[in-house]
């Protein structure tokens, strides 16, 4: 398997607390993505990043932040955390744009 | 409308079948197609990507039909452990950035 893990595999916070979340990865690849599932709903794209410090935003952004300051570590960051923020969230990795090849176990965040 | 549909499921099937089933996408553009499997609780994997030729992979086989926007997964001599949800991903139409459909579940009956 992929050398990809998140961390902490499940949360339960409050509301308004600030929350970060880790992916790590032992595969050097340049691509990682943060991603959340929702019931009904198709994976969408929060953030991702093409390199050390090189980070974009995705389709639902909004209350997320992200950073890498390492090829290896790749961050989101809930500022405030929120109830719709309650969500499975995934990280992946990909040698190329625009195609994850490998996904973390995932994190369960329940944000009550 | 969703930029990819699926037809959510679930498709019971008895081991050894063929099973089928289809995916649209909205985005005309769209230049890059996938399909990945999720087990329960699990991480997406990845399947297959597929190609404008249509490719195949063992007892798995992926087509585009690009004239009606949909792609198509196809699995024959169905396994037990084919069972899983299928995941349909196709470029969308802002900054091409993947799609991701809700995916639709397949479960294999012995």
């Known amino acids: 398997d992929a050398g990809i893990t998140q961390s902490p595999r499940h949360k339960v916070t409050e509301t308004g607390t600030p929350v970060t979340l880790r992916c790590h990865q032992t595969?050097?690849?340049?691509?990682m993505y943060w991603y959340r599932q929702d019931p009904g709903h198709g994976l969408r794209l929060i953030h991702y990043?093409?390199?050390?410090?090189?980070?974009d935003k995705g389709e639902v952004s909004d209350g997320y932040s992200v950073s890498r300051s390492k090829t290896e570590d790749f961050l989101l960051t809930l500022e405030s955390a929120t109830s719709s923020q309650t969500s499975v969230y995934f990280c992946a990795i990909g040698t190329v744009s625009n195609q994850p090849q490998h996904f973390g176990d995932g994190t369960r965040l329940s944000i009550l | 409308r969703k930029e990819v549909e699926q037809d959510p499921g679930p498709f019971n099937v008895p081991e050894g079948a063929t099973v089928a089933f289809n995916c649209t996408y909205s985005?005309?553009?769209?230049?890059?197609f996938f399909w990945y499997r999720q087990d329960c609780r699990k991480e997406p994997k990845l399947l297959m990507s597929?190609?404008?030729?249509?490719n195949e992979d063992g007892r798995f086989t992926a087509q585009l039909n690009r004239a009606s926007q949909y792609i198509s997964l196809l699995i024959r001599d169905s396994k037990l452990s084919d069972s899983a949800t299928y995941l349909c991903?196709?470029?969308?139409?802002?900054?091409?950035?993947?799609?991701w459909g809700a995916g639709t579940k397949l479960i294999i009956k012995p």
């Open positions: 985005n005309s553009a769209s230049q890059s």
């Open positions: 991903v196709a470029e969308g139409s802002s900054n091409y950035q993947l799609i």
């Open positions: 990043s093409y390199g050390v410090k090189d980070t």
């Open positions: 597929v190609y404008s030729s249509g």
């Open positions: 595969e050097n690849h340049r691509y």
